[in-house]
């Protein structure tokens, strides 16, 4: 990326997605809003918790800390990567469309500007035969960043995400 991107304001915008494939989307999205406390999937995650409002609704923010992945996917909290963390706060809802929206107010990540949108949705149409996650972000270019190894990042991150996810229901 040239200093052009920085100086027209452009923003990053990434796009990943994964399938688990033993449980429907009516079975995730409950564990997957549950704002407060993603500390129990997501790879790396040590705290998160609440900071002001009532989990799941709107406006509420939350504290999220932990490790930082690497775009490889390891975890490996030996490595003395430093602890990484950031203030969210829920922006929108949508329980019957299974979509919800946040961003980020506050970090030691580097990110200026920062939203996500996260749909879960079933995979085949019908519900029965498991779900698809898409979580999509947008955010300011972090010098000394690449682009495509923040979305390797997310990439590993929701895989494991959901991996925990399907796991902990026992299908």
């Known amino acids: ?8 304001g452009r923003k990053w915008e990434g796009k990943v997605s994964t399938t688990v494939a033993k449980a429907s989307a009516d079975q995730i999205w409950p564990l997957y809003v549950d704002f407060f406390n993603h500390h129990k999937w997501f790879p790396g995650l040590s705290d998160c918790h609440c900071i002001r409002g009532n989990n799941g609704e709107p406006g509420c923010v939350r504290y999220y800390a932990g490790f930082s992945l690497s775009s490889e996917g390891t975890n490996d909290a030996s490595k003395n990567r430093p602890v990484h963390w950031s203030k969210e706060r829920l922006i ?73 996810m399907e796991d902990s229901l026992g299908n």
């Open 1 to 8: 990326m040239d200093q052009t991107e920085f100086q027209l």
């Open 92 to 164: 929108s809802i949508d329980s019957i469309g299974r979509i919800l929206s946040y961003e980020m107010v506050d970090s030691n990540i580097g990110f200026a500007s920062y939203v996500s949108t996260v749909k879960v949705g079933p995979s085949d149409g019908d519900g029965e035969g498991g779900c698809t996650i898409k979580w999509s972000f947008a955010v300011d270019p972090v010098e000394g960043w690449v682009l495509e190894n923040l979305v390797r990042k997310y990439e590993v991150g929701l895989q494991g995400m959901a991996k925990k």
